[in-house]
């Protein structure tokens, strides 16, 4: 029978949600303040690390769809970097017709330079024990698939949806996984949220590699 506390607790997803909030003022704070000291938004911030990420520049469109923002918005801030001799235009590759985006050497050192300082946040989660780590990255993969299919924010390019990856196929537990491109067995801590060489899986294989991938729900 529920006691006095228990009946007056919140849904745990609504907890959940709430601390997710408080962790987002944090990571808000850390962006303002790193981002800030160089006279740039976090929107101009997340576009430099964006396009480190990418082996080739991006289009403003593509820019736009990865980070969730507008267009005018995407614009503006490349507008703003250019000025500060963080990014340039160039011709895409694949389209002498259109621009891409890419970083310039200015850009690649300050990118550099902010991931070496690291923030709060990364303080904190170095702290966890590597278990909780890793359990919590494989949370954090789940809840960002179900908010990419449920078209909430825009595909990623992670190893839970591309074609290469082959799920627990191997006995070995801290190498379970297996990427079919460069044909080795990993972990989930080396698991990608963000992989150069993603394509992604058909609907099939997509649906089946998930099923397999959630089953197995303890960290390694």
């Not at 621009?99 to 303080?123: C, F, M, P, Y």
């Not at 809840?143 to 627990?168: A, D, H, S």
Request: proline content about 4%; glycine content about 6%.
């Amino acid at each position: 029978m529920a006691n006095a506390l228990e009946k007056t607790d919140l849904p745990l997803s609504q907890k959940l949600g709430h601390a997710m909030n408080r962790v987002q003022v944090a990571m808000r704070a850390d962006s303002w303040e790193s981002f800030g000291q160089r006279g740039l938004n976090p929107t101009q911030g997340q576009i430099l690390i964006l396009l480190s990420q990418r082996a080739v520049g991006q289009r403003l469109n593509e820019i736009a769809n990865e980070l969730a923002v507008s267009s005018p918005t995407v614009s503006d801030s490349v507008a703003t970097l250019i000025e500060k001799g963080y990014v340039k235009k160039s011709k895409a590759k694949d389209d002498a017709r259109a621009v891409a985006v890419r970083l310039t050497s200015a850009g690649k050192r300050l990118v550099e330079q902010l991931d070496s300082v690291g923030g709060t946040i990364q303080s904190v989660l170095s702290s966890l024990p590597e278990s909780e780590q890793i359990q919590l990255y494989r949370t954090m993969l789940r809840m960002v698939r179900e908010l990419q299919v449920t078209g909430k924010i825009p595909m990623g390019r992670m190893c839970v949806t591309c074609r290469y990856f082959r799920p627990n196929v191997h006995k070995d537990s801290k190498r379970p996984h297996h990427c079919a491109l460069v044909d080795v067995a990993f972990g989930d801590r080396t698991l990608r949220s963000d992989c150069p060489e993603h394509e992604v899986a058909d609907e099939h294989l997509a649906a089946q590699n998930w099923e397999s991938f959630a089953a197995c729900s303890s960290g390694r």
